[in-house]
């Protein structure tokens, strides 16, 4: 069994829930991602913000990016898997969902990341490209 922790890319970056939608902008720019996971005053997930969101849900509708809190972006309850969960628990909730990124999750507190492109460099292609055409439908 391959677990969620044998793939993911530990130790992630977050962007504080109090935190302006600028200041995740250019964290994003600085690490080369589009995506972030929204973290608490307490450390734990709050949700999921990408380059999409602050463009599309927020620029666009108006939000000054300045003033508006990554908080106000994270909708619903985050989507995560456990460490230890198999690896096909996490294509399953990817796929479900269709999310490329899943927080992975030991204890109550982030601790890495299971991306699309984790998965291609750790399962068969197969199983990539399944989850691929999943999460893309």
Same mark, same amino acid.
């Given at each position: 069994?391959?677990? %969620? &922790?044998? @793939?993911? /890319?530990?130790?992630? &970056?977050? @962007? ?5 939608? &600028?200041? %995740? %902008?250019?964290?994003? =720019?600085?690490?080369? #991602? ?9 450390? +734990? $997930?709050?949700?999921?913000? /990408?380059?999409?969101?602050? #463009? ?11 003033? /508006?809190?990554?908080? =106000? $972006? ?25 999310? &490329? +990124? ?7 507190? $982030? ?11 750790? $399962?068969?292609? =197969? %199983?990539?490209?399944?989850? #691929? ?5």
């Amino acid at each position: 069994m391959t677990t %969620a &922790r044998e @793939i993911m /890319t530990p130790s992630p &970056r977050c @962007i504080g829930e109090n935190d302006s939608l &600028r200041i %995740a %902008a250019s964290v994003m =720019a600085d690490l080369g #991602v589009g995506a972030l996971p929204i973290c608490g005053e307490d450390s +734990r $997930l709050k949700g999921m913000l /990408t380059d999409r969101d602050i #463009v599309v849900d927020a620029i666009a509708m108006g939000m000054d990016p300045e003033t /508006t809190p990554a908080a =106000a $972006l994270a909708k619903g309850t985050p989507v995560y898997v456990s460490a230890d969960d198999d690896v096909s628990v996490a294509m399953d909730l990817m796929s479900e969902n269709q999310v &490329r +990124r899943l927080p992975v999750i030991e204890d109550h507190l $982030l601790v890495g990341i299971v991306s699309q492109a984790d998965v291609a460099l750790s $399962l068969s292609a =197969a %199983a990539t490209g399944k989850t #691929v055409e999943n999460i893309s439908r």
